[in-house]
């Protein structure tokens, strides 16, 4: 069986545990004998290639397209503006979250909007970004706080934000011509294998202010992959990837699945990306099969996008075992306890809320040292959040660590922290466990699902979570009882098993 998986990062180039875990799952698929082609939009060149063929779309060239007419544009009548605006008020995006889902078995997405006009949203232009490291986050609050004096700028020359709209709207073109009923006539009749005139698109790879120019542009990338590559089912990870998906599965008349590591509602609360929300709802509608990473997400799927259960199987992460241990122990150079934080420093890993314990935990054991490994839009009000709280000589933020250093990171810690407001599975505490780290996790996380050696809190009780962190630290005994069993339940959570419920998954489709 052959796979083409559609993902957003692959180790070394990750920004979180989506790589990680993506990385585990081919591994995992690997050991059940299932060949796996992973599509990221900017390949490096050194990404590994032991348990997965990685392809980037930077390095596919594709044939030229056609403009297509104004009926193959997915023209609507006269309900719907330029802006996406119907005349009950509503915009598209609106359409596509508040209908009802499809008939049991059905493909067909949303019968009051053309799945093309769905990709509409993909051209609403916001000076908010999906995943802003510190650095963004700063020029973004500036740019908003001069508004007057950029759109004065703009009318004299195009800036930066109306040449990434213009890039978004071509590639959002294309990527409508794919998503229509007639394919071909939507491409140059020059053959795919012999792309005369043929033209490689940008891609960064990142989660930049082009990343939904980059969404559309890798859908139809993915699109010119799967005219050329033999395969038996379509894998697609998180929103960035399933226009992709579902534009493969329209050429290749492939089954589609579509894992889900995280929803909008779990990294934004209530404050959602209507954007990214459609696009969720759009692969939740289309797929085939829908894997969620823990009941809990599957409850959210349910709830909020209307999945049905019969498409739901769930499939557990779980943790890459380093077989060298031993070799990665760090020396620490303090001698006072070290209590962990390490992940993205935004709302849904409930960063203030760790800040908020330290400083009641503290109060009791003031030479405690408290690290934040990380970065994220919410960095700089933590930073400011421990100055005010008067615990910044005690608290040390490290910016965002990879490889090595996350390991030496663990292996330093006395205790892992885990207090996310909305976690659907959570790759960390396991990484921490398997290098005798106790760990103390959030009950409103997935990997609470199947966890027993680890301490549990309500991530808003702050001060259970303070008494458990004291708890540990002050009885050693139970501290190296967590650690000890955390490790053999650890080394039972293995990808071979998630390779296994996948490859079942698979079955389900492929006849």
């Known amino acids: 069986m052959r796979v083409l998986m559609l993902g957003w990062e692959f180790p070394p180039h990750i920004s979180g545990g989506l790589g990680t875990a993506c990385q585990g799952m081919t591994q995992g698929l690997a050991h059940q004998g299932v060949e796996v082609l992973f599509v990221i939009p900017r390949a490096m060149g050194d990404e590994d290639k032991r348990s997965a063929q990685v392809l980037g779309c930077n390095e596919v060239p594709i044939a030229r397209f056609r403009r297509p007419s104004k009926a193959a544009r997915g023209a609507v009548d006269g309900r719907r503006t330029s802006q996406g605006v119907h005349a009950d008020g509503t915009t598209v995006v609106e359409k596509v979250v508040t209908r009802k889902a499809g008939a049991k078995g059905s493909k067909t997405i949303a019968p009051d909007v053309p799945v093309e006009t769905l990709l509409e949203l993909l051209e609403i232009d916001s000076p908010l970004r999906p995943y802003l490291d510190a650095e963004i986050y700063e020029k973004v609050v500036t740019e908003l706080k001069s508004t007057s004096k950029t759109q004065e700028a703009a009318s004299e020359q195009p800036s930066e934000e109306t040449r990434i709209s213009s890039e978004t709207m071509e590639a959002v073109r294309e990527l409508r011509a794919l998503l229509q009923p007639d394919l071909a006539s939507s491409v140059d009749a020059a053959s795919p294998s012999t792309p005369q005139g043929a033209q490689y698109l940008s891609f960064s790879g990142q989660y930049g202010p082009d990343l939904f120019a980059e969404v559309a542009r890798y859908a139809i990338v993915v699109g010119e992959i799967a005219r050329r590559e033999k395969f038996d089912v379509i894998h697609a990870h998180d929103w960035m990837t399933f226009p992709a998906g579902i534009v493969a599965s329209r050429i290749s008349k492939k089954p589609l699945v579509c894992h889900v590591h995280a929803c909008e509602y779990d990294r934004s609360g209530e404050n959602i990306d209507t954007r990214i929300r459609g696009l969720e709802q759009l692969g939740v509608d289309y797929a085939d099969r829908i894997v969620p990473v ?111 250093d996350v390991e030496r990171m663990y292996a330093m810690a006395d205790l892992y922290v885990m207090p996310s407001v909305s976690e659907p599975f959570g790759i960390s505490p396991l990484e921490a466990m398997a290098l005798d780290v106790p760990v103390i996790v959030s009950r409103q996380s997935g990997v609470s699902e199947i966890l027993k050696s680890a301490l549990k809190v309500d991530f808003w009780d702050v001060d259970d979570l303070a008494n458990k962190i004291l708890g540990l630290l002050r009885y050693p005994a139970l501290s190296e009882q967590l650690s000890e069993e955390g490790r053999d339940e650890v080394r039972r959570i293995r990808w071979e098993a998630s390779g296994q419920a996948l490859k079942q998954v698979y079955a389900e489709l492929v006849p």
């Open 294 to 404: 823990s009941h809990y997400t599957a409850s959210v799927l349910r709830r909020r996008y209307g999945a049905p259960s019969d498409k739901l199987r769930v499939v557990h992460n779980a943790v890459t075992h380093n077989e060298q241990i031993e070799e990665i122990r760090w020396q620490k150079n303090i001698e006072e306890p070290i209590v962990l934080f390490l992940g993205r420093v935004t709302f849904q890993k409930g960063p203030d809320y760790f800040i908020e314990a330290a400083a009641r935990v503290l109060k009791v054991e003031p030479n405690v040292k408290f690290v934040m490994s990380g970065s994220g839009d919410m960095l700089p009000r933590m930073i400011e959040r421990a100055a005010r709280l008067g615990i910044a000589r005690s608290i040390h933020f490290t910016g965002f660590l990879r490889g090595p």
